[in-house]
């Protein structure tokens, strides 16, 4: 596996991201016409969403031609301070050229198990493919392993068919929703973004590979198969 790039602290952290999604995002668009992007929620991106939304990088996306998904949802409402969407739409899609019917939210505020059925469906509508190819992945990690809202244990982590899952988080909010491994290692890039101290004992286990006799944290099972994988992350979370 590609070692992980290092940046000094979460400021450069995010203009290095920046750097990369404008590439990749500009990659799928000279190839495609659009950018099919999955963004994470959690804390961590807030800073990179600030950047993209700001100059250069707001004149240097061409907004017209994303198509903006979540790697995962809290059951929540959009308004709700914990859900995804709204940190995001508050930090980058307000700030933004991008029309409304591009940005597919997760409906936190519908029973988990339906919400994951009716996003499945608009994954397969939108990208018109059996199995959906997103041109980018963004996603963080938690200090045990988690990404997306896929947590160590879960049976989520084994689902092998469906590409949209209701879930269970061990901390509130509990109800998520989460695309599945399947759907992940389809993406044609997935960049994580992970930083401060706390990350640092699951990011080695995750950079040292299988070496360990328990289960890889689930981060570590995020691997494309026909797609780049960049982990990007801040000195503190190398344990520096
Ligand atoms: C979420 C995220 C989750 C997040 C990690 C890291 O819904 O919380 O999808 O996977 O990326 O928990 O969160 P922080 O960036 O806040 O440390």
Redesign the pocket.
């Known amino acids: 596996m590609e070692p992980a790039r290092v940046f000094a602290d979460p400021a450069a952290l995010a203009e290095g991201a920046a750097v990369e999604i404008e590439r990749i995002v500009r990659r799928a668009i000279d190839n495609r016409g659009r950018a099919l992007v999955a963004l994470?929620?959690?804390?961590?991106?807030?800073g990179l969403y600030g950047r993209l939304g700001a100059e250069p990088w707001r004149s240097r996306i061409d907004w017209s031609c994303l198509e903006i998904f979540?790697?995962?949802?809290?059951c929540v409402p959009p308004t709700d301070s914990a859900s995804?969407y709204a940190m995001a739409k508050e930090a980058l899609l307000a700030r933004v050229p991008i029309p409304e019917r591009a940005v597919h939210r997760i409906d936190g505020e519908r029973a988990p198990r339906r919400a994951a059925a009716l996003y499945e469906e608009e994954l397969r509508r939108i990208t018109n493919l059996e199995l959906p190819r997103l041109d980018l992945v963004v996603?963080?990690?938690?200090?045990d392993g988690?990404?997306?809202?896929?947590f160590p244990g879960t049976v989520a982590l084994d689902e092998e068919e469906r590409l949209v899952v209701a879930t269970e988080?061990p901390a509130a909010p509990r109800d998520?929703v989460?695309l599945t491994l399947p759907m992940l290692n389809a993406a044609r890039a997935v960049l994580f973004?992970?930083?401060?101290g706390?990350?640092a004992p699951a990011l080695e286990r995750v950079l040292a590979g299988g070496e360990s006799s328990e289960p890889p944290p689930p981060a570590a099972r995020v691997r494309p198969r026909r797609g780049e994988l960049l982990w990007l992350v801040d000195r503190a979370a190398t344990g520096a």
């Open positions: 994470a929620g959690g804390s961590t991106p807030r979540w790697g995962d949802e809290r995804n996603l963080g990690m938690g200090a988690h990404t997306a809202s896929l988080a998520r989460t973004l992970v930083q401060g706390d990350k």
